[in-house]
């Protein structure tokens, strides 16, 4: 066994607390002040000088002994609007609230690697942790970036995980070479027709059903216009409109999500997707306007840093326990804005065991974790970081 795997799992209990007590008083995106005061806290005990930046992110770095380069590590700290089910001894205590995400277990882990990394004695440069609000929205990676923190020392690569719970277990994680998450865009369409009696509808411009063609024809583009090898999503959230069952309605607005992993298919959407509205509600004599508002980038591991990942957690957990997922995802993840600006490789961390209740979705409201998994987590980050030094020994 490594010996940061060893002292990970004696530093577990220590971690698996800050975890429950982080579950506990769960807050969403720019407004983790307890978390964020937590984390500082905690860095601060182990000498290294945090920095909150952006609002509620914190930074810190570990400056090594020796000279050398930069790698950076990356928790997200914010929880989700989600009334907690789950059952155990330290549900969430705010209503309404909930870290749903794993990202309380992101957070344990990411202050367990500080404190790993911080009693190795011989490191060859320099680790910088990034403790970052908001990833479930608006976003707090770009924030962070512009408040500079892949600066100062710069950095040259970095590391990521998410928890998984549909999967692979305590001990075992998975990775992909090239894309593992789509950029999620968001669309808003309102179609404008004429309201009047519904027992006389040529003297009316019915929007609902302009909306009804609208809403299959949609549907075309990712089965008739783009390529089926590559992974497009678009899906229709919500359709409002009308008033009663004898009023022919004006408007109808419909929202959905547009998921993709090519940039060059995602320019194309917005053109796509509004040539469609604008020929169906000519078609059929309504007007419409069309917002498309872009969310964060795709994100795709570097070839290099995933094989050194991969390598690592090898060594760590064994060949057989390391598993290279077959497919991207087409949920999103603003860990994308680090990946555009320095190799990074973003890897899920098995946390299914269905004997604790641990295999609920993301996102559900009685998601959790298996706890087995952060000491995991911990000696992969403090393993990688530091192979990632020594090999760029200056
Ligand atoms: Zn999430
Ligand atoms: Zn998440």
Same mark, same amino acid.
């Not at 990970?8 to 969403?28: K, M």
């Not at 309380?104 to 690697?113: F, N, P, R, W």
């Not at 509808?201 to 089926?228: K, M, N, Y």
């Not at 497009?232 to 009663?244: A, D, F, N, P």
């Given at each position: 066994?490594?010996?940061?795997?060893?002292?990970?799992?004696?530093?577990?209990?220590?971690?698996?607390?800050?975890?429950?007590?982080?579950?506990?008083?769960?807050?969403?995106?720019?407004?983790?002040?307890?978390?964020?005061?937590?984390?500082?806290?905690?860095?601060?005990?182990?000498?290294?000088?945090?920095?909150?930046?952006?609002?509620?992110?914190?930074?810190?770095?570990?400056?090594?002994?020796?000279?050398?380069?930069?790698?950076?590590?990356?928790?997200?700290?914010?929880?989700?609007?989600?009334?907690?089910?789950?059952?155990?001894?330290?549900?969430?205590?705010?209503?309404?609230?909930?870290?749903?995400?794993?990202?309380?277990?992101?957070?344990?882990?990411?202050?367990?690697?500080?404190?790993?990394?911080?009693?190795?004695?011989?490191?060859?440069?320099?680790?910088?942790?990034?403790?970052?609000?908001?990833?479930?929205?608006?976003?707090?990676?770009?924030?962070?970036?512009?408040?500079?923190?892949?600066?100062?020392?710069?950095?040259?690569?970095?590391?990521?995980?998410?928890?998984?719970?549909?999967?692979?277990?305590?001990?075992?994680?998975?990775?992909?070479?090239?894309?593992?998450?789509?950029?999620?865009?968001?669309?808003?369409?309102?179609?404008?027709?004429?309201?009047?009696?519904? !027992?006389? *509808?040529?003297?009316?411009? $019915?929007?609902?059903? +302009? &909306?009804?063609?609208?809403? #299959? %024809?949609?549907?075309?583009?990712?089965?008739?216009?783009?390529?089926?090898?590559?992974?497009?999503?678009?899906?229709?959230?919500?359709?409002?409109?009308?008033?009663?069952?004898?009023?022919?309605?004006?408007?109808?607005?419909?929202?959905?999500?547009?998921?993709?992993?090519?940039?060059?298919?995602?320019?194309?959407?917005?053109?796509?997707?509004?040539?469609?509205?604008?020929?169906?509600?000519?078609?059929?004599?309504?007007?419409?306007?069309?917002?498309?508002?872009? !969310?964060? *980038?795709?994100?795709?591991? $570097?070839?290099?840093? +995933? &094989?050194?990942?991969?390598? #690592? %957690?090898?060594?760590?957990?064994?060949?057989?326990?390391?598993?290279?997922?077959?497919?991207?995802?087409?949920?999103?993840?603003?860990?994308?804005?680090?990946?555009?600006?320095?190799?990074?490789?973003?890897?899920?961390?098995?946390?299914?065991?269905?004997?604790?209740?641990?295999?609920?979705?993301?996102?559900?409201?009685?998601?959790?974790?298996?706890?087995?998994?952060?000491?995991?987590?911990?000696?992969?980050?403090?393993?990688?970081?530091?192979?990632?030094?020594?090999?760029?020994?200056?």
């Amino acid at each position: 066994m490594s010996t940061l795997l060893e002292r990970a799992q004696a530093l577990a209990p220590e971690l698996v607390a800050i975890r429950r007590d982080i579950h506990q008083h769960p807050e969403v995106g720019f407004a983790e002040h307890r978390t964020s005061q937590l984390v500082f806290n905690y860095l601060q005990e182990l000498s290294l000088k945090p920095q909150i930046v952006a609002g509620t992110g914190v930074v810190a770095t570990l400056r090594g002994k020796s000279p050398g380069k930069t790698i950076a590590l990356r928790a997200d700290m914010d929880a989700l609007t989600v009334t907690e089910q789950a059952e155990h001894t330290y549900t969430s205590k705010t209503p309404g609230l909930m870290h749903a995400c794993g990202h309380d277990g992101h957070t344990a882990i990411l202050l367990g690697v500080a404190k790993l990394l911080s009693e190795v004695k011989d490191l060859p440069g320099n680790v910088k942790f990034i403790f970052q609000p908001a990833e479930e929205g608006p976003g707090g990676a770009l924030p962070m970036i512009e408040a500079g923190v892949l600066t100062n020392p710069q950095v040259h690569a970095m590391l990521g995980l998410h928890v998984g719970t549909v999967q692979y277990t305590a001990g075992q994680i998975a990775l992909r070479y090239g894309s593992v998450c789509a950029a999620p865009d968001n669309i808003e369409i309102v179609v404008k027709g004429k309201g009047g009696h519904g !027992g006389h *509808p040529h003297e009316a411009i $019915d929007a609902i059903v +302009t &909306a009804g063609h609208l809403i #299959v %024809a949609l549907q075309s583009i990712v089965s008739r216009e783009i390529d089926p090898a590559a992974a497009v999503v678009l899906s229709l959230g919500t359709v409002r409109g009308g008033y009663r069952e004898n009023v022919i309605a004006d408007e109808v607005m419909l929202t959905g999500t547009v998921r993709t992993l090519s940039p060059e298919i995602r320019s194309s959407m917005p053109d796509r997707i509004e040539r469609i509205v604008k020929g169906v509600c000519d078609s059929f004599r309504c007007h419409y306007s069309f917002t498309y508002t872009q !969310g964060y *980038p795709a994100l795709h591991n $570097d070839e290099v840093m +995933t &094989a050194l990942t991969e390598e #690592v %957690a090898q060594e760590v957990l064994g060949s057989a326990n390391v598993f290279r997922a077959p497919h991207p995802t087409m949920g999103g993840e603003d860990f994308s804005y680090f990946a555009e600006k320095v190799p990074t490789c973003f890897f899920m961390l098995g946390a299914t065991n269905s004997a604790k209740q641990c295999d609920y979705v993301l996102h559900h409201p009685k998601f959790n974790f298996d706890e087995d998994a952060i000491p995991v987590g911990m000696a992969l980050l403090a393993e990688t970081a530091y192979a990632y030094l020594k090999k760029h020994r200056a």
